[in-house]
């Protein structure tokens, strides 16, 4: 049984440098990354140190993310590159992604996510070479552009994967198809999350593995209302109902919720009480590329709970 008092279940699930992506340097609420051959400049108000690299290689970014003055949560990017601006693609854990400069700041790709794509794709392979014949399949809820459903897809499962943003899956689709994976088992579905499982459940639908990374704030495709602190509990009842018999794992992502880890695990030791198996959790973090001696800072993402089955 998993004892959450001990520190031997936290985690912390470092992001390494690939050859597409690094995050160079980072410090003064800002980080500078790499994505293929474009450099980045963006906040990021987890970075409360100092920069380490000179004012010049920041200044020679491609494109910087600017926050308006009148609204903090909105800004603009300033290229000095041309052709940058409606996206590129890259290669990232064996994916092929297209990443683009967006409103809000972001890129479509979460890096920090890769150590949850690895460690589903390991419990899809395990349970499909364990000689289960069963169709494995996957709910992905709060998809966005679908890193997760594309590593699941091209580990053999079959996933429905839901987003309110018609633009995010149409993002998604694009991501799958330059993965060569267009052809594999998937349902993309625009939806509010919470309707949507609610209408799973009512259907008697069930699968055996569910991912989800519920915002603090959102809207659904039809307007719907979402706050974290409203609507979690009831959302995480639900979407256990949708569970099969022989559930593989659930992963419960945080990235702005401002929740602990420990408040994930403490939901995911339901599971625990019905199927067994075992509960994790952690932070998600990138590893700098630049090092001092032998150490590289980490740059926190988001938190994570993570419960599989033993078998």
């Excluded at 150590?115 to 998809?143: C, H, P, Y």
Aim: charged share 25%; aromatic share 12%.
């Amino acid at each position: 049984m998993t004892d959450i008092n001990t520190t031997q279940n936290f985690n912390l699930y470092i992001a390494q440098n690939q050859s597409d992506y690094a995050l160079l340097d980072s410090g003064d609420g800002m980080k500078l990354e790499r994505y293929g051959d474009v450099v980045l400049s963006r906040p990021d108000p987890q970075a409360l140190w100092k920069k380490r690299l000179p004012e010049s290689a920041w200044g020679s970014a491609d494109a910087s993310y600017v926050r308006s003055a009148k609204d903090t949560d909105r800004g603009n990017w300033v290229y000095t590159r041309g052709g940058i601006e409606d996206g590129w693609g890259i290669k990232y854990d064996g994916l092929h992604l297209k990443v683009k400069p967006t409103p809000f700041k972001h890129t479509g790709l979460f890096q920090e996510q890769i150590s949850n794509w690895q460690w589903a794709r390991e419990k899809i392979a395990s349970r499909m070479t364990s000689g289960d014949k069963a169709k494995i399949k996957v709910l992905n809820l709060f998809g966005y552009t679908g890193g997760a459903t594309i590593s699941a897809l091209q580990a053999g499962a079959e996933v429905t994967h839901v987003d309110a943003s018609k633009s995010s899956i149409a993002w998604a689709k694009e991501n799958a198809e330059l993965s060569g994976l267009s052809d594999k088992p998937v349902r993309w579905i625009l939806d509010d999350a919470f309707a949507f499982v609610k209408r799973e459940v009512r259907r008697g639908n069930k699968y055996d593995a569910i991912i989800m990374d519920p915002p603090a704030f959102g809207r659904g495709a039809k307007g719907e209302i979402w706050r974290i602190e409203e609507n979690f509990i009831e959302f995480f009842d639900e979407v256990t109902r949708l569970l099969s018999d022989k559930p593989l794992f659930v992963i419960l992502n945080g990235y702005s919720a401002g929740y602990s880890a420990v408040t994930y695990a403490n939901n995911m030791l339901s599971l625990e009480s019905r199927f067994g198996g075992d509960v994790e959790f952690g932070e998600l973090v990138i590893s700098e590329e630049l090092k001092t001696g032998f150490e590289s800072r980490l740059l926190p993402c988001g938190i994570v709970s993570r419960w599989s089955s033993s078998s």
